[in-house]
């Protein structure tokens, strides 16, 4: 692992640059995505997420090492993956159902400018991003950090349970680095440019998203360590 291990991260991300830059691959994804959004979403996640895990653990570690517990690690990214998924649509969905109601101004008339449209779409995009990301994201984070330890320690031969779990993670500087650096600075902004995009377009933006999604997390994990 420790020698190929660039030259594999390396090549399975040109592998799936590949598959989504090549016409007929790009348009079986959209297709697909289209037809089965849960499926495609655990793929996605499941791959890149965990990609972002290994690439963690290079920078921390200066090589590459196997990350404990892979697959179940994969499954969670997965699951992890639908959620988002799902979210997407809900709060998506939501602003605009809240903009229908006049609660929240989304919108622009008919007579506006391109620039006011683009500032309304804009303004919408950042609304459906913020809210995300200040209820969903936490909740989302803190999860995946749970799941997280309760495999690395199951593979180290321990039997934990949720107090032990609990009680080991420093939320102190989970709630100040990850609640409060990277959602503001970079999720909310990232998540901006996503729902600015065309649909068959915010899939390819958030696979990409997701590798730095198991980065961030994996890297405060890691560093405490």
């Known amino acids: 692992m420790s020698k190929y ?30 037809r089965h959004p849960f499926l495609m979403g655990f793929v996605k996640f499941a791959i890149l997420s965990i990609m ?4 963690a653990a290079r920078l921390i570690h200066k090589r590459w090492i196997m990350v404990k517990g892979v ?30 109601q006049g609660l929240i101004c989304t919108g622009c008339g008919d007579s506006c400018s391109t620039t006011v449209v683009f500032l309304a779409k804009l303004r919408r995009a950042f609304l459906i991003s913020a809210i995300m990301n200040l209820t969903f994201a936490p909740v989302f984070m803190a999860s995946h950090r749970i799941t997280d330890v309760y495999i690395d320690k199951r593979f180290s031969g321990e039997k934990p349970d ?9 939320w102190p500087r ?14 909310i902004p990232a ?12 899939v390819l933006f958030a696979a990409s998203l997701s590798i730095v999604l198991g980065l961030i997390l994996s890297f405060a994990k890691m560093r405490k360590a």
């Open 5 to 34: 291990g660039t030259i594999i991260w390396i090549g399975l991300l040109a592998l799936v640059a590949a598959f989504l830059i090549f016409p007929p691959t790009h348009s079986l994804f959209i297709e697909t995505t289209a």
């Open 52 to 55: 972002g895990e290994f690439l």
């Open 71 to 100: 697959l179940p690690k994969m499954f969670v990214w997965g699951i992890l993956g639908m959620m988002i998924v799902l979210m997407f649509s809900i709060f998506a969905n939501g602003v605009d159902g809240a903009g229908a």
């Open 162 to 170: 949720i107090s032990q779990i609990i009680s080991v993670i420093d």
């Open 174 to 187: 989970f709630i100040k680095e990850i609640v409060g650096v990277t959602i503001p600075l970079f999720w």
């Open 191 to 202: 998540h901006t440019i996503t729902f600015l995009l065309p649909d068959q377009y915010k």
